[in-house]
Antibody, heavy 121, light 108 residues
Framework: QVQLVQSGAEVKKPGASVKVSCKAS????????ISWVRQAPGQGLEWMGW????????NYAQKLQGRVTMTTDTSTSTAYMELRSLRSDDTAVYYC??????????????WGQGTLVTVSS | EIVLTQSPATLSLSPGERATLSCRAS??????LAWYQQKPGQAPRLLIY???NRATGIPARFSGSGSGTDFTLTISSLEPEDFAVYYC??????????FGQGTKLEIK
């Protein structure tokens, strides 16, 4: 069965960086992409960006350009999302979700369990 | 960026009733619209993609309709497990993909 398993919760200080991992299993990793979505406490869903696991192409949300980097390791079927220069408003649950390989598909059909990132001094 | 506006913000209904949730786009998204269900402490779950196609394993009581700028998610007869927050998402003119602000479906 398809599974996306994310790394554990993180607590970071303002200005630090965080790197969240998302290990995929149950499907051919390079036949899909991964989108990252975050959800601040009590708020809605915000798309952060997408990466193709086939060729590493990325598209990032404009507001995060310059602070976010998404990568994949095809040898371990793992996707990574690194967010730098953390601020308090980056406190959120971060999700990875399976997406299309060439562009964003019609829906994110499998999701990770979420990783809580808390930014606090 | 395409803005999705969901209504109502909160919908109070009883089990067995019919639920109708709306999602309106600031410009046409063709049929590139999905619906998700999210329960507290859980990741979202894909219900409907491309406006009217049920995702794998989704019960037939969930249906989606619409195209262009106006979309509807209908739950024909509410089960206790259906009370949750529902989000719409568009992928037209990607990137970016955007989500609506959500509709909370609560027990009356």
């Amino acid at each position: 069965q398809v599974q996306l398993v994310q790394s554990g919760a993180e607590v970071k200080k303002p200005g630090a960086s965080v790197k969240v991992s998302c290990k995929a299993s149950g499907y051919t990793f390079t036949s899909y992409g991964i989108s990252w979505v975050r959800q601040a406490p009590g708020q809605g869903l915000e798309w952060m960006g997408w990466i193709s696991a086939y060729n590493g192409n990325t598209n990032y949300a404009q507001k995060l350009q310059g602070r976010v980097t998404m990568t994949t390791d095809t040898s371990t079927s793992t996707a990574y999302m690194e967010l730098r220069s953390l601020r308090s408003d980056d406190t959120a649950v971060y999700y990875c979700a399976r997406d299309g390989v060439w562009y964003s598909s019609g829906g994110f059909d499998y999701w990770g369990q979420g990783t809580l990132v808390t930014v606090s001094s | 960026e395409i803005v999705l506006t969901q209504s109502p913000a909160t919908l109070s209904l009883s089990p067995g009733e019919r639920a109708t949730l709306s999602c309106r786009a600031s410009q046409s998204v063709s049929s590139y619209l999905a619906w998700y269900q999210q329960k507290p402490g859980q990741a979202p779950r894909l219900l409907i993609y491309d406006a009217s196609n049920r995702a794998t394993g989704i019960p037939a009581r969930f249906s989606g309709s619409g195209s262009g700028t106006d979309f509807t998610l209908t739950i024909s007869s509410l089960e206790p497990e259906d009370f949750a927050v529902y989000y719409c998402q568009q992928r037209s003119n990607w990137p970016p993909t955007t989500f609506g602000q959500g509709t909370k479906l609560e027990i009356k």
